[in-house]
T-cell receptor
Framework: EDKVVQSPLSLVVHEGDTVTLNCSYE??????LLWYKQEKKAPTFLFML????IEKKSGRLSSILDKKELFSILNITATQTGDSAVYLC???????????FGKGTRLSVIA | GAVVSQHPSRVICKSGTSVKIECRSL??????MFWYRQFPKQSLMLMAT?????????EQGVEKDKFLINHASLTLSTLTVTSAHPEDSSFYIC???????????FGSGTRLTVV
C-alpha cells in the first residue's frame, strides 16, 4: 500500500526561526513528489520534485528530494506569521493516478 | 494557469436532503477528476476517481450509492451527497489533471455542514 508520512505533525515556532518539514514515502511507481500549503481552503501548490539532489527554491522556501532514501524536506527560513498553515506532501505514481497525501504538518508561527 | 471552478464553496443542509457539488475545468479538458474529503485537522482522503464517460472508481469504504459521481463532459464533474447526515459534514475538494506533465489543479473546496 502506498504511504506518505510527514513529520512533525505540528510545530510551533517564533517569527524569524528556520523550520524543516519532513516527508518520507513508500510508493509502487514513483513519478514525482509535491508540496502544498493549505490555509483555510484548497491546497496551493509550492513545489514539484522529480530528481534527487536538485533544490527547488522560491523566496524563503526551498525543497529537495532524495530518491535513494525516499524522502523530501521543505525548509522555510526567516518564518513569518503568514507562513502559518498546514503543509502537505503528496506523491504521484506513474499513470493517471491520484496523489497520495501525507497527514500534513501544522505549522504555527507566533510573533 | 489551469483553473478548476468548484461550487458551492459552502453549503448548509438539513439531514436527509441531497447536495450537489460541481467542479468545472475552465480552460482545459479534464478527462479525470479526483474527489477528496478532508475532515477537520486531517489530510485529504481520496474518495473516488471520476472518468469522463464511464463509471467512477470508488475507494474502499466509500459508498457509491451515497456519493454519486457524474462526469458527463470533459469539463464538468459533479458529486452528489445523497440523504446527507451530520457525519457527512466535511470539506470536499476536487482535483483534475491539467495540461502540465505532472500538473494537478484543485478546486477551491466545498465546506458541507449537515444539521
Amino acid at each position: 500500500e502506498d504511504k506518505v508520512v510527514q513529520s512533525p505533525l505540528s510545530l510551533v515556532v517564533h517569527e524569524g526561526d528556520t523550520v524543516t518539514l519532513n516527508c518520507s514515502y513508500e510508493v509502487t511507481n514513483f513519478r514525482s513528489l509535491l508540496w502544498y500549503k493549505q490555509e483555510k481552503k484548497a491546497p496551493t501548490f509550492l513545489f514539484m520534485l522529480t530528481s534527487s539532489g536538485i533544490e527547488k527554491k522560491s523566496g524563503r522556501l526551498s525543497s529537495i528530494l532524495d530518491k535513494k532514501e525516499l524522502f523530501s524536506i521543505l525548509n522555510i527560513t526567516a518564518t513569518q506569521t503568514g507562513d502559518s498553515a498546514v503543509y502537505l506532501c503528496a506523491v504521484r505514481n506513474s499513470g493517471n493516478t491520484p496523489l497520495v497525501f501525507g497527514k500534513g504538518t501544522r505549522l504555527s508561527v507566533i510573533a | 494557469g489551469a483553473v478548476v471552478s468548484q461550487h458551492p464553496s459552502r453549503v448548509i443542509c438539513k439531514s436527509g436532503t441531497s447536495v450537489k457539488i460541481e467542479c468545472r475545468s475552465l480552460d482545459f479538458q479534464a478527462t479525470t477528476m479526483f474527489w477528496y474529503r478532508q475532515f477537520p485537522k486531517q489530510s485529504l482522503m481520496l474518495m473516488a476517481t471520476s472518468n469522463e464517460g464511464s463509471k467512477a472508481t470508488y475507494e474502499q469504504g466509500v459508498e457509491k450509492d451515497k456519493f454519486l459521481i457524474n462526469h458527463a463532459s470533459l469539463t464538468l464533474s459533479t458529486l452528489t451527497v445523497t440523504s446527507a447526515h451530520p457525519e457527512d459534514s466535511s470539506f470536499y475538494i476536487c482535483s483534475a489533471r491539467d495540461r502540465e506533465p505532472d500538473g494537478y489543479t484543485f478546486g477551491s473546496g466545498t465546506r458541507l455542514t449537515v444539521v
